[in-house]
């Protein structure tokens, strides 16, 4: 396997196209960042008041990842087909904030604990629920978003 670079047109043993490329990344990921700490913030605060007993089915959690997933499809129809917005709201709001908040590690873990306490069904029926949910989720606010677009430049 050859060692190239993923850009050719920068070299990074050059000292300025390294700090070139550092400089445009920084904001970037102190974007993501800064939006990871609030989205994981408030699912954490969301676990707090609605806590889920061991064994029981993490309706929190399935809440939370259905919610973020339909305002991740609110919000990418927005920036993408009606607000040029500035370079950082995405990665701020999308990655950072609804990445941190929407929670599929926390999925992942939940399964996995029903299944080791043996609640086997619980969690596959969590599993199906989730990924049913949120992808329909996703689907139906993107689509809606769209319709009242459509129907306001009418």
């Known amino acids: 396997m050859r060692d190239e670079p993923a850009d050719p047109d920068v070299d990074l043993h050059v000292p300025a196209q390294r700090r070139e490329v550092l400089r445009g990344q920084w904001p970037v990921v102190a974007a993501v960042s800064l939006g990871g700490a609030v989205g994981a913030s408030a699912r954490y605060g969301a676990s707090l008041l609605w806590p889920t007993a061991p064994g029981a089915f993490?309706?929190?959690?399935?809440?939370?990842?259905?919610?973020?997933?339909?305002?991740?499809?609110v919000f990418m129809v927005v920036?993408?087909?009606?607000?040029?917005?500035?370079?950082?709201?995405?990665?701020?709001?999308?990655?950072?904030?609804?990445?941190?908040?929407?929670?599929?590690?926390?999925?992942?873990?939940?399964?996995?604990?029903?299944?080791?306490?043996?609640?086997?069904?619980?969690?596959?029926?969590?599993?199906?629920?989730?990924?049913?949910?949120?992808?329909?989720?996703?689907?139906?606010?993107?689509h809606l978003t769209r319709r009242v677009i459509e129907w306001r430049q009418s």
Do not use: E, K
């Open 79 to 142: 920036i993408t087909d009606v607000w040029a917005a500035h370079r950082l709201v995405r990665p701020f709001f999308g990655t950072g904030v609804l990445g941190g908040f929407t929670t599929f590690s926390t999925y992942a873990v939940d399964i996995q604990r029903l299944v080791d306490g043996g609640h086997a069904t619980t969690g596959l029926l969590y599993l199906a629920a989730t990924m049913s949910a949120a992808l329909a989720a996703v689907w139906t606010t993107a």
């Open 58 to 73: 993490p309706l929190t959690t399935l809440v939370v990842n259905v919610i973020g997933c339909g305002v991740i499809g």
